[in-house]
Nanobody, 125 residues
Framework: QVQLVESGGGLVQPGGSLRLSCAPSGISLDTYSIGWFRQAPGKEREGVSC????????TYANSVKGRFTISRDTVKNTVYLQINNLKPEDTAVYYC??????????????????WGQGTQVTVSS
C-alpha cells in the first residue's frame, strides 16, 4: 500500500519562494525514485524534477533549472522541492510520484507508478 502526500503549496507573489514536501508511505527513498510534476489547467502534466533512490542523482526540466531544487531526507523519508523566484507561469497543481529506482531518474509521466493528490501553487500579485 503506497501513498504519497504533498504539502506546502499556496499563494505567492512573483519572485517569492515555496518549499513543497512529499511524504511517501509504504516505500523507502533508497529503493524508489521520486519525481515532481505539475499540471496547469488545460495543459498536460509535465515533469519538473526527480531524484534517484539508488544514487541520489537529480534531474531537472530545462524550464526550471536554476530556480527549483529537489532534495531528500532519508531519515524523515521526505522529498522536498524548493522553488525560488516564482513566476506566474509556475502556477499549477504540483504532484509527487514514485517509481522503482534507476541509477538515473527520469521526468517522464509514463514511467511513474504511484501518485499523490497534488498541492496547488498559485503565483499572483
Amino acid at each position: 500500500q503506497v501513498q504519497l502526500v504533498e504539502s506546502g503549496g499556496g499563494l505567492v507573489q512573483p519572485g517569492g519562494s515555496l518549499r513543497l514536501s512529499c511524504a511517501p508511505s509504504g516505500i523507502s527513498l533508497d529503493t524508489y525514485s521520486i519525481g515532481w510534476f505539475r499540471q496547469a489547467p488545460g495543459k498536460e502534466r509535465e515533469g519538473v524534477s526527480c531524484i534517484s533512490g539508488t544514487s541520489g542523482r537529480t534531474t531537472y526540466a530545462n524550464s526550471v533549472k536554476g530556480r527549483f531544487t529537489i532534495s531528500r531526507d532519508t531519515v524523515k523519508n521526505t522529498v522536498y522541492l524548493q522553488i525560488n523566484n516564482l513566476k506566474p507561469e509556475d502556477t499549477a497543481v504540483y504532484y509527487c510520484a514514485a517509481e522503482k529506482t534507476h541509477y538515473y531518474c527520469s521526468v517522464y509521466v509514463e514511467e511513474y507508478d504511484y501518485w499523490g493528490q497534488g498541492t496547488q501553487v498559485t503565483v499572483s500579485s
